[in-house]
């Protein structure tokens, strides 16, 4: 059969509508690569410095393409674990975040 391929990327765009670089990421994996799989950085945009509290809807491109795996952040653990966190289970403070500005959860693995 013919091989799979995963390519990663750990840069991230603006939170957006679908943009025609999702669009055209999108096309490729599905019409050219489709047993390819691109991982992508969900973006370190998720903490609201004035509020302290994590923002929704910052994940940026191409995390938030329909055919990437988006990944995000989680917490420390043990000694660097800062007071009030939840551990490794739990999606980092600072971690980008959905939804999409489509309305799709994501990240897809944390």
Not at 20 to 28: M, Q, Y
Request: charged content about 20%; glycine content about 10%.
């Amino acid at each position: 059969g013919t091989p799979s391929r995963i390519a990663s990327g750990s840069f991230s765009t603006s939170y957006t509508a679908y943009p025609f670089s999702c669009r055209f990421l999108d096309e490729v994996l599905h019409d050219m690569y489709p047993g390819d799989l691109y991982v992508a950085s969900t973006g370190n945009d998720g903490y609201d410095r004035s509020t302290k509290v994590s923002k929704m809807r910052t994940v940026g491109n191409p995390a938030a393409c329909k055919n990437t795996l988006a990944v995000g952040a989680s917490q420390s653990h043990g000694d660097r674990i800062p007071a009030g966190a939840k551990g490794l289970e739990y999606l980092a403070a600072f971690s980008s975040r959905g939804p999409t500005y489509d309305g799709r959860m994501k990240p897809d693995l944390v």
